[in-house]
């Protein structure tokens, strides 16, 4: 009860922050903004995301390839699910990826390594989105900029560091084992949580650590994911009359995406994202209006995408239901 009234909170203070920045800086700009992107912009860079998609899911079947082999589009198509439940639906980022981990057991892979799959995939995206933010402020600086906001955006690189290299201590030491043996010892006292039995956690996320290769793999592929994301900028800004060169795409995406992460306990980071482009627009010349409309090119983007996956993962999710009482009313009627 508290944590949905908490995400419940959170996404009313992100809906009003939205709507804040919106009407501050006018509703008619921001829509003349996002009008002159046309149809045709919008669709463009909403069919584009699926180039960054590809690379998401190559990273986490990476991960998974020395043990379980199963083909690109499933990865591609989990991964769609993942990131529309992320910035769609009510739920913390976590909420996402115990979906992803959720879908790849309808196939066949056991609990504990899917979750440990979607932990490690996450960890790594994180790590290499760092290394691309990295990379967008050395862009930054190489042009014109603010040398004050810059120092301020190194400061809040060096600070996550060491958040960063907790985390991924904290997966050897056995933080995920304490979540694992408390979900093994609730599932004696109550059923429905037996579906959420992830036995095999801590050492499966020890075990993917392990493959160098996969690991290697999946941080190349999630580093061209970043890079290749730049696009999308790129494509929108075009056909909005505002054309950038591929540096300030880059800086743009990265620093917005650094932003964008911040507020992660914001549901689709709502308000969030749309003030992290504004402040990095600035910093590249583009005005609130035109920065506003990039971010609502972003979540039309997310409901042409994810719309269509998330109603595809419901469909499933309600066909097992149905089999699953199906096969209880056979069994109730031998008994």
Known sequence: ???????????????????????????GGVAHALAA???LGILSASLYHAVPLVFSSLAWRALLNSSWTKP?????????????ASNLLPVAQIGSEVVGARILTFHGLRAGIAGASVVV??????????????????????????SG????MITGLAIAVPVLAAFIAAQHWGLFKLLEDFLERAAKKWDWVREMSVSGLHASIKAIYRDR???IEGACFHMMSWILGSGEIWIALHFMGHPVNFREALVLESLAQAARSLGFVIP????VQEGGFILVGGLLGLTPDVSLALSLVKR?????????????????EGKRMWLRFQHQSRRAKKG
């Open 300 to 316: 039309m983007r997310d409901l042409l995408l994810g719309v269509p996956a998330l109603a595809g993962w419901h469909f499933i």
């Open 121 to 146: 995939d996450l960890t790594v995206e994180v790590g290499t989105q760092f290394l691309f933010t990295l990379l967008g402020v050395g862009f930054l600086v190489l042009g014109p900029h603010d």
């Open 213 to 215: 290769r996969g690991m």
């Open 37 to 39: 992107a046309g149809w």
């Open 268 to 271: 689709g980071a709502l308000g």
């Open 72 to 84: 690109p589009v499933l990865f591609l198509w989990v991964r769609l699910v993942r990131e529309a």
């Open 1 to 27: 009860m508290k944590t949905k009234l908490g995400l419940g909170l959170a996404t009313l203070a992100g809906l009003f922050l939205f709507v804040a920045l919106v009407a501050y800086h006018g509703f």
């Open 149 to 152: 906001t810059v120092s301020w």
